[in-house]
DNA sequence: CTATTAATTAAACAGTGTTTAATTTAATTC
DNA sequence: GAATTAAATTAAACACTGTTTAATTAATAG
């Protein structure tokens, strides 16, 4: 059986995840196309369609690696077991930073959507849980005796309310009156909770 | 100079608002077309584009009536004078049942992006103003003393964390260990911040 | 060296948003 | 009332999109 052998199947891959990257980091999420991909790597779309399944599954790969290099900038930071309070402080203002930086990518990860009736594989989910799971050591020490169930609660309100804040003051929603920075929100957010 | 008694434009553009409506509420956001909405009406694509500049208009008109529709189901709650945080309850769940059953249109107010460079026109982010506005009074109440400065900001915190909740919570982010459900985060998140 | 088999491509399909030129249709002017 | 004029409306084209198909190329197996 003959396979020509220039790339393998996971090289392509790679490239393709590249190329993709490089696409929607230069211009945007809305103009990633298939055949935009196919010809940054030399290959025709036919090729594309032989390594992913669709473009929806290619993008959720990409999508996986960016939350893995979030995960990769915040869980350094749990390392801080001195002040959990400062350690959360880190971890909103890096993932704020990540956000900011990364700002098409970072939009991908939340604008995606699956058709209808196509859920997304468990590995997806997954990754976002692990990366809930980074503020659960902070509020374990900060909220002792509490249950796990409790702690892992805390842990996903605080992270979908910076997140909130976050999509709100990245997109068109609150650029008024002064609230079009994140920064002093996400501070009254912790004043608030911490 | 003759026009075409048919309708007129402002007829047209009700009716194009309306049907595309149907279209996103039946089939969802990705499934609104140009095409579909003049069928529905019908009428052209050509006449679509002499009643909006384009698709995107249309849809931000689109969005505004969502919002309208949002702040009419959350503004009537505000005249409970007596009990604010009883108030803030019920708008937060108000809200969420209000994502819950226009999944398809709430979605849509979120998910929609301009191309870049093009910035929506004012009277938008003035509607979720208005929005964020609801949250002050009963807000006022209970932080008496607060500078309005103070009272705006916590408004935007609160609106956006429960935003924030909800659009993890009713995507594919966090359907896992029985952190499906919002209302449970929401609870959390006001206990702690009222 | 031929047959087989897999990788790769070119081309097609059905759809999209948008623009253009052509065509109706109605009101205005003579 | 007929000819003119201008606006409303359409049909068709353009340049895209994701995806599928059949054809082609290249490498391996016998």
Redesign the interface.
Known sequence: MGRRGDHSIEQIKEMALDAAETIVREQ?Y?HLSTRKIAKAIGYTVGTLYMVFENLDELILYLNGRTLDQLYEVIEPLVQRQDDPKRCIHEMTHTYLNFALQNRSRW?MV??H????GK??PGW???K??ELFNLLETPLRQLHQGESEQEI???A??L???????C???L???????G?DSPE??IE??LK??L
């Not at 997109?171 to 009156?177: F, Y």
């Open positions: 945007g809305h939009n939340f604008e959507r699956l058709p209808e859920d997304v997806y989910p997954n976002i849980s892992a609660l805390k996903r309100v992270w979908s309310s910076v997140h909130g804040i999509a709100l003051a997109t068109h929603s609150l650029q008024h009156l609230f002093p929100m009254s957010l608030q909770n």
